[in-house]
């Protein structure tokens, strides 16, 4: 890949529905997009991060700040064979795992274009349709979380993910499984509690929940592994799994019943295949997070989703869940019976609508090698 320049464009585009985790309320997404132009091909990588650094320490400033001053630089100061090299560049800025992953991301993207294959295949995946399902935020009242569950299963999403926090959680998620009975449902802490809730965790056992995600604190995973023989609801650890070796040290001391893989936390593609590759090989089911991705996000977690591991369904969602308008055209469609049709377009197989990006962009940086 000889790269000519590398764009850093900065948005902020308004969520159709507020977002509510235990930590924080998101109404506007903030996030970079990453484009690589090589002459005859262009790649686009976002990076996930958010306005405040309450899910993770990553934030639009510290990955900008990051991103100008080293990772872009090393990017374009030699030519790279293959995305899978970037890491290794990159190694010695320690951390900001997300402001890596948009970039590595926007090269995967060229790389398969250069190919002239669907990303999807230069990652090795063969799937040609995922399953996917819907992560539903705190809802002010138990009538308004219904009512969103109600939807989403009208839409065919194959699973229900709830975000809990203490206050707000066996009594919603009763109301879901006494309303709409055995459905696939599983719930999401963000770190919520920690080991002398235990009782409050153990309620949750009888709801029959497919599994528990990031229930304690986001870097841990000792408690994590003294809680899961607890629990008879498998622990799915997000937040404090940052590298494909957290991974296999989770898994080994039994901290991850099943693993979220997010492209950003992970640092990227490469990272995310590793991390799956571990999983796999541990009899571990993982699936793909979100970070309330524009089309572009959204269409590298569509990609990575096609590998054999990834077994159950993942948080990637319509582009028409978040937005009024995607920044892709054509935007990420759900089938009736939850699923989305991998496209087979060379590389991540959608349009991307610059005149948009540009208009959206409220920060712009051009790097030439
Ligand atoms: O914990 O998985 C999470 C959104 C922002 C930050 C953290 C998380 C989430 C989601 C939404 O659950 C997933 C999505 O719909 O993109
Ligand atoms: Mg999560």
């Known amino acids: 890949m000889q790269l000519r320049q590398i764009e850093l464009f900065a948005l902020r585009m308004r969520l159709r529905h507020p977002f509510e985790t235990s930590f924080g309320r ?21 990076v996930t991060v ?65 190919q002239g294959i669907p990303l999807y295949q230069a990652l090795g ?12 935020g705190i809802e002010p009242t138990v009538d308004l979380l219904l009512a969103q569950v109600e939807r989403f299963l009208g839409d065919g999403y194959r699973r229900i993910k709830i975000k809990i926090k203490p206050g707000k959680d066996y009594v919603p998620l009763r109301a879901v499984r006494d309303r709409f009975g055995d459905i696939p449902m599983m719930a999401d802490a963000n770190s919520a509690y920690s080991l002398s ?80 590759d571990i999983a796999q090989a541990a009899g571990i089911p993982v699936w793909c997070g979100g970070m309330l991705e524009s089309g572009v996000g959204r269409l590298h977690n569509v990609a990575i989703t096609t590998l054999g591991g990834f077994t159950l369904p993942g948080d990637t969602a319509a582009s028409s869940r978040y937005w009024e308008e995607d920044i892709i055209d054509p935007e990420v469609e759900v089938t009736p019976h939850g699923t989305i049709v991998v496209p087979q377009g060379p590389g991540i197989g959608h349009a991307v609508r610059e005149d948009m990006v540009r208009r959206l962009a409220h920060g712009h940086w051009t790097y030439r090698a």
């Open 26 to 46: 998101e109404e506007d997404r903030e996030f970079l997009l990453v484009r690589a132009d090589a002459g005859d091909h262009v790649g686009w990588g976002e």
């Open 50 to 114: 958010s306005r405040d650094p309450f899910y993770c320490y990553e934030t639009v400033e510290t990955a900008e700040s990051v991103l100008r001053n080293y990772l872009i630089p090393w990017t374009l100061s030699a030519p790279l064979a293959h995305p899978d090299d970037l890491a290794a560049r990159l190694h010695q800025v320690r951390g900001h795992q997300m402001a890596k992953a948009g970039l590595e991301g926007a090269l995967w993207d060229l790389y398969a274009k250069e």
């Open 125 to 136: 995946g063969e799937r040609r349709e995922i399953e996917v399902g819907i992560s539903i």
């Open 197 to 276: 809730d235990i009782g409050l965790l153990q309620q949750l056992d009888e709801l029959g929940l497919m599994m528990i995600e990031q229930p304690l604190s986001y870097e841990d995973i000792i408690d994590h592994a003294t809680l899961a023989p607890q629990l008879k609801t498998p622990i799915c650890l997000d937040e404090c799994i940052h590298s494909p070796e957290d991974a296999r040290k989770a898994i080994e001391i039994g901290a991850a019943g099943v693993l979220n893989i997010k492209i950003g936390r992970l640092g990227g593609l490469s990272a995310s295949r590793k991390t799956h």
